[in-house]
């Protein structure tokens, strides 16, 4: 057999097993941090901020636990714009502050090649959901005629609280100490795009839909209908590293 058709074997027989070798080494880390920004239907435009542990426990399957921590809104809040310039919302009387505790599997169902591509994995969490329902203090008026202020829980029972009276919201995390707590669960289900080059670093995103459900009822609006479960489809921005 000539020379150069045995180089050509060769190479035809060498280069799988290389690039075997390559997409082996690229998929062998055997654990995973990330963190996100996370947007969902049920959220403002930052929705909350995410944490997950992963760890290899087969070929393809990680096993994961997490935690999301977001601010849960009722579907009919609008914001307001008072005559003083500054924004509130009509007729919300509480915050909902949900910290959900997830524990989770993920399966690859596509690996990214070396340095480049996209790895997909399947995503499913299940867990305790934790709620704070603090107050949605509003600053108003007893008097329509001057801008002298007094702040307090929005209650749509209080003349005082009309859409004319309002000046504005309280300020940032007031009541957060008396908030109440709520109990309740979270199941989650989903897919995660992982990107990047770099074999010790991770950038992607995710998406799917979350179930949030508490054991009564939370009253964001005493004026609209309220539930307590909280259906929500979201995306999250995460970055993060694997060893």
Do not use: C
């Amino acid at each position: 057999m000539p020379r150069p058709l045995y180089l050509v074997l060769l190479i035809f027989l060498i280069f799988p097993l290389a690039a075997g070798a390559q997409q082996i080494e690229a998929d062998m880390y055997e654990s995973e941090f990330v963190w996100g920004i996370n947007k969902n239907t049920a959220g403002g435009l930052i929705g909350g901020f995410m944490l997950r542990k992963s760890r290899r426990i087969s070929d393809k399957m990680f096993e994961s636990y997490g935690l999301e921590v977001v601010n849960v809104k009722h579907s009919q809040e609008t914001r307001r714009n008072s005559r003083t310039g500054n924004f509130y919302i009509y007729g919300k009387s509480n915050y909902l502050y949900s910290f959900r505790f997830q524990y989770g599997r993920e399966l690859i169902l596509f690996r990214k090649a070396p340095s480049q591509g996209v790895e997909i994995k399947a995503i499913a969490a299940i867990g305790p959901s934790l709620g704070l329902l603090a107050p949605y203090y509003i600053d108003y008026t007893t008097d329509r005629n001057t801008i002298i202020s007094r702040t307090e829980q929005y209650d749509p029972n209080n003349p005082n609280h009309s859409y004319d009276q309002i000046l504005g919201t309280g300020r940032l995390f007031q009541g957060v100490t008396e908030s109440k707590i709520r109990i309740g669960a979270n199941l989650k289900a989903g897919l995660s795009f992982e990107l990047g080059t770099i074999k010790s670093s991770v950038t992607g995103f995710e998406i799917g839909l979350l179930l949030d459900a508490y054991t009564q009822e939370i009253v964001l609006m005493p004026t609209a209908d309220n539930s307590a479960i909280f259906p929500t489809a979201f995306i999250t921005l995460f970055y993060g590293s694997r060893r």
